[in-house]
DNA sequence: TAAATTCGGTATGAACTCAGACCTTTATCC
DNA sequence: GGATAAAGGTCTGAGTTCATACCGAATTTA
C-alpha cells in the first residue's frame, strides 16, 4: 500500500457507531410492537377502542394489509378483540400484567446493555422534556389533563394499575413538550422501562416517595418553572435508575 | 350508543402523538440518506474509503444488493468513486458544500416545524451527552482523539471544513458518552443541523466565539466536570440556535 | 510466478409490502 | 323501513427487499 499518499482513516472506533440500523425489524413486526408497547403502556386502557384500521395504518406509515396482520397478532395474542360494522373496532381486552404473573425474560447480555443505556437516555430525555413543558403555554385543557394523570397515578391501588398510570403521566409530560422528536424518545424509554419492571420485580415500598415526586413535577410544570421541573425529574428519574441499577 | 358503559377515551389529544410513522422511507432511500449524511458530516472525509459492502450492509441492516443499490446512487449523485479488487473500494470524492454553492433547498412549512423541533432536540440531547461524557472514564486515545477534533475545528479555514470539523466535534463528544441512543440522537440532529446551514447562509462573523465555547466544552468534558460541561453545551446551543431562528 | 484473499459485480427466487378497489356487516338518521 | 355512513374483510398485481449463491478483478503472499 502507498502508505502516506492516503488520508488518514476516520476515527473508526468513535465514530462508525453513526452508522446504526436503518430499521430494526420488518414493518410488521414493528407494528406489533408498537401497538403492544401503545397497550402495555396504557395508552389504550383496558376496554378502550383502538383508532380505525385506516387512520392507524396512516398513523404508523403503513399499507393497512400489513397494519391487519398486525392486528391480527395481536388478537391471537389476546390483546384486542375486534368487531365489525359500524361502531365496530378493535378494542382492548388485555388487563395490565403484574411483575408476577409473566414468565422472567430471559436477560441476556445485550439486553442488559441496552437497558442500561436506557436509564442514561432517560436521565436526559425526560428531564429535558420536562423543562420543555414547563416552558409551554397550557390550554386549560391540557392542564386538566396532567392533573388527571397524576390523579390517576395517585388513585391506583393495584401495582399493574400503577404502572399503566405512571407510564401515561410520564407520556404526558413528554407530550406537553409538544416535540415531536422528545415524545418519541419518552416512549422508547418508557417502552424499556416497562420491560425492565416487569422482568425484575420491584418492591412497593418507595410508591409514596415516588408519588412525591410525580407531584412535585407536575406542580413545576403547571407553574412554568423550567429549572424546577427538570430537577424534579432527574431526581424521580435517579432513584427509579438506582433501585434498577441495584437489582441488575 | 349505551353511552356511558365504555371507558372514557384516552386523552387522545396528547397521547396519540405516540404512534408515529414506524419507519421513515424505503430501505434504499435510508441507506443513502444515512450515507449522503454520514459524508457530509465529515464521517468519512474527502478521499477516504467507505466500509467493504458487506460490512456497510451488515452495520446498516439492509441486504447488500439494497445497500449496492443506494451506493450506485451515491456515486451518479458524484458522492463517491468505486474500484474493484481487493484493497479496492468505494471512495469519498465530494469536497464539502458550502452554502452558496448548493441551490437554496425549498423550505415547506414542515420541513420548518421539523427544524424548529430539531433545535429544541438538541438543546436536550447535546448538552445530556456532553454531560455524560464528562461523567466517564476516558482513555488516553479518546482524550487524544477529543482533542485532535477540537484541533481540526480551530484549524479549519474553509467555511464547509469548518463545519465538517464541528460536527466531528459533535458527534465525537457524543461519541464519549457511549450511549448508543444518544449517538443516535446526536447524529439525527446534526444532520437536520447541517440541511439547516445549507438551506440558510449563516454569517461567520461568530466563529471566534463559537470556537471559545467549543473549547469550553472540550476543557470541561476532560477535566471531569459534567455540571459545567453541560452547561457550556447548553449556551453554544442557544446562541446557534437564536441565530437560526431569527433566520427562519 | 502461483495461490489465496478481499474486494466489487451479477443473478435468482422467495418473502414482504404497498396501493387501491370492492364487499360485508352494523349502527344511525330520516 | 330504507338510505347512509363507518367500520372491518378480501382480493390482486406491482414493486421492494432479502438471502444466498457464484463470477471477475486486483492485491498480497508464499
Redesign the interface.
Known sequence: ?TAGS??????T????????????HH?FE??VE?LAT?IR?G???????L?SERD?AI????SRATLREAIAALREAGFVETRRGR?GGTVVTQKPKTPAGRAAVRVTAAKRRAWL??L??R???EP??A??AAERELTD??RE?LE??LADVNEARKPAEHRQADS?LH??VA???A???????V??VQASLHEMLLAIPVLDRNIAHSDRQHARIVRSVLNGQPTRARRAMEDHCDDTAALLRGLL
Open positions: 500500500m492516503l488520508p488518514e482513516p476516520p476515527v472506533d468513535l465514530l462508525d457507531s453513526v452508522l446504526h440500523p436503518v430499521r430494526g414493518a414493528a407494528c408498537r401503545a403502556l395508552v389504550y386502557p383496558l376496554g378502550t377502542t383508532p392507524l398513523r404508523l406509515g403503513v361502531g443505556d436506557a442514561d437516555f436521565r436526559v430525555v429535558g422534556a423543562a420543555l385543557g391540557q389533563q388527571q394523570a401515561r407520556l404526558t407530550a406537553l413538550s416535540s415531536p422528536r422528545l415524545i418519541e424518545a416512549t422508547s
